[in-house]
Nanobody, 123 residues
């Protein structure tokens, strides 16, 4: 059973930075994609960035130029470096995984999810 545990969320002022981490365990395959999503209460969960086991990445417009996704395959850890944060980045951030090589930003393409970590950006 794949398990994902996020960490690194918190409160920061606008313009600040945060780095989210997602520790993964339970994989039976070395080829899997991972992604970061976020959700505001009452809104749909949106993809921010994804990365496959070959290092190919995909970013939503909301994160391009400010967010960087990366992964340490040896440690099974996924990261999201977030810079120049804005109040509209405030959301619950989720890590997700899929046993595929897709660098999708669609919720339906990911079968494993973490519990989320809250990011709050104040103006």
């Amino acid at each position: 059973q794949v398990q994902l545990v996020e960490s690194g969320g918190g409160s920061v002022q606008a313009g600040g930075s945060l780095r989210l981490s997602c520790a993964a365990s339970g994989y039976t395959s070395r080829r899997y994609s991972m992604g970061w999503f976020r959700q505001i209460p009452g809104k749909e969960r949106d993809g921010i960035a994804s990365i496959n086991s070959f290092g190919r990445t995909n970013y939503a417009e909301s994160g391009k130029g400010r967010f960087t996704i990366s992964r340490d395959n040896a440690k099974n850890v996924l990261y999201l470096q977030m810079n120049s944060l804005k109040p509209e980045d405030t959301a619950m951030y989720y890590c997700a995984a899929a046993l595929s090589d897709l660098v999708s930003l669609f919720v339906a393409d990911f079968g494993y999810w973490g519990q989320g970590t809250q990011v709050t950006v104040s103006s």
